[in-house]
């Protein structure tokens, strides 16, 4: 626990300007991000007596090692500025409302040729049209399968799509009237288009002028005796009165708004937001939080406009948002709202009629989500730290371990020997920070081994991150890395850089910067044994070690004869089986893929500068790496794209490698002719250097 006073600014240091201000821990991880009208008195107010504080924000003070600010002409950049850096360094102890699912919108492509409706989910893309969020996906499709009959716009992929206009007939959609069938040309593009904008339109809540248009066409059409049709423009009336009917009108006025409401206790606060876009609910959505700072509702308020339109622009924020309480000051807000829309942005408290009975809604709305959340989450939080707390008790630890790493070596038959590192963060999975690591140092099979030199890499790469950074002040110095060694990869799937460098300047602690409290390695003995020692061969004695046997699920320390064992129903030793089990799955999956690309390698592989374009675009034009081989180089030059230098590349690389075997049939014992062979990309798969 540090003390305040150890890193409190010197008086008259600290700015009465208006800025935004982050607090760091120890390992200069930003764990706190706020904003001032005036940076002094602020600042000021944390470094009072601990005994005056809220619990939340003494717990905040006593993490934090430094404090940092930066000074701002105006109040909404300030609100701009917090933003970016809550987004950036998503620090612990700010208010962060996370959404329990991925909230599914109505999207229509307006950027393709040819315009389609469909779900989308998560980040919005550019010259797509949304409506939305709504509940469930299945209020969208019914929704869609309703107006389809009247604005007959494409549903299908871009697979279906191309696959009907190559043979020339429709989908069945396009059979029984619900698509306009563009692929096969029964309407041109601009006329498939002005359904997409028709339809985006009746989303938008112009629903009057469709319907009287079709109630005149209807009219019409009995005059002229053509009952068929009029049957046809009544049924459509009906689709799309029954489409509007799911949104029915709350507010009479047409209004486009938002509308925002709170549910919170001492703990946590929930909040909803009903979309309502000419006058009718088109959307909702909702989100948790835990209250890790001391805030009041118009500071959640607050917190909740900028998670929802800090990456929004146009009319995606509404004309007027209601709340249950206004931040002070609220100007800057309604500025920075304004600034997003293009235009002004009132925010205001619902005081009487339609908007005040709606406003109710969402509250009670937002009771509830809070209630269920608490019914579903409070076992788990009472079962994590349970789960903690006897693993701290089994292993004798000073206290809880918050941050656990495990370590796992996977391969096959001793080749392609990998590993892998998860990390759980009160007892819960962080991705993000996962590392995969390729074993170099020595051929063959040798798991002990293995885990020695992964968990040296590990920490060694920590030393020196804290070296670097004027936190480690030892005279040993620790060992450097041998050639080759540092290859801790994260989690992606693509190739990630090599871990190098210290500490970001910028507070991001990344890549193997932050310790842990304990060390779990899949195995026995011998396992913990060579982590123990990798730990003590470059002086680090403050994380705990212990191994997970899978045969007996025992726990295993280092210098013991016997096993620890935990009770099967205990929750901790449920908790290390997680963690075992998700670093096993993350080392057999990375070994899994690099076995994947060495079957799939081919001659063209091995010939630097090619890539997968100009080798698929030279196996087309020759059929099979066998006719590519007995090419000239001349001949390798016609392949578009191909120039001189790479054709005596390739040519001067196949002529190196081993020809291929021949094909066989297996039933007839027969040798395929190489005219027979399949499609280039199998050639490219069958073929060994």
Known sequence: MADPSSYRPKPGQIPESPGVYKFRDEHGRVIYVGKAKSLRPRLSSYFQDLANLHPRTRTM??????????????????????????????????????????????????????????????AK????RYFGPYGHAWAIRETVDLMLRVFPVRTCSAGVFKRS????????????????????GRVSAEEHRELAEEFCDFMAGRTGTYIRRLEQRMQEAAEEMEYEKAARL???????????????????????????????????????????????????????????????TADLVEHALQQLYGEERGDAVPKEVLVPAVPDPAEPVIEWLSERRGSRVDLRIPQRGDKKDLMATVQRNAQQSLALHKTKRASDLTTRSRALEEIAEALGLDSAPLRIECFDISHLQGDDVVA????????????????????????????VRSMHEVVGRRFRRYLQEKQKSGEWEESAEPASD???????????????????????????????????????????????????????????DDVAVCGLAKRLEEVWLPDEDDPVVLPRSSEGLYLLQRVRDEAHRFAITYQRSKRAKALKAGPLDAVPGLGDSRKQALLKHFGSVKRLRAATVEQICEVPGVGRKTAETVAAALTGAAPAAPAVNTATGEIIEDEAASSAPSASRGTRS
């Open 61 to 122: 003070v006593t993490t934090a090692a430094s404090v940092e600010w930066t000074v701002v002409s105006t109040e909404v950049e300030a609100l701009q500025l917090e933003y970016s850096w809550i987004k950036e360094f998503d620090p612990r102890f700010n208010v962060k409302y996370r959404d329990d699912k991925s909230y599914p919108s109505l999207a229509v492509t307006l950027g393709e040729e040819f315009p389609r409706v469909q779900v989308m989910r998560g």
């Open 125 to 128: 893309k550019k010259g797509v």
């Open 165 to 184: 206009a190559q043979i020339g007939r429709p989908c069945l959609l396009g059979y029984i009237g619900k698509c306009s069938a563009p692929c096969v």
């Open 234 to 296: 009544r049924d459509d009336i009906g689709a799309l009165k029954r489409a509007m009917e799911k949104n029915a009108v709350v507010l009479a006025d047409a209004t486009d708004a938002d509308l925002i409401a709170l549910a919170e206790d001492e703990l946590e606060a929930a909040v909803q937001i009903f979309h309502v876009r000419g006058g009718r609910v088109r959307g909702q959505r909702g989100w948790v939080t835990d209250k890790v700072e001391a805030v009041d």
């Open 420 to 447: 892998s590192m998860v990390v759980f963060e009160d007892g819960l999975a962080r991705k993000g920070e996962y590392r995969r690591f390729q074993i170099k140092s020595f051929a063959g099979q040798d798991d």
């Open 482 to 540: 041998a050639p080759g060694e540092e290859t801790g990869q994260p989690a992606e799937e693509t190739p990630a850089e090599e871990v190098s460098g210290p500490l970001d300047d910028d507070g991001r602690p990344r890549r193997f910067a932050y310790p842990p409290q304990l060390v779990v390695v899949d195995g026995g003995q011998p396992q913990v044994a060579a982590a123990k020692r990798a730990l003590d061969e470059l002086g680090v």
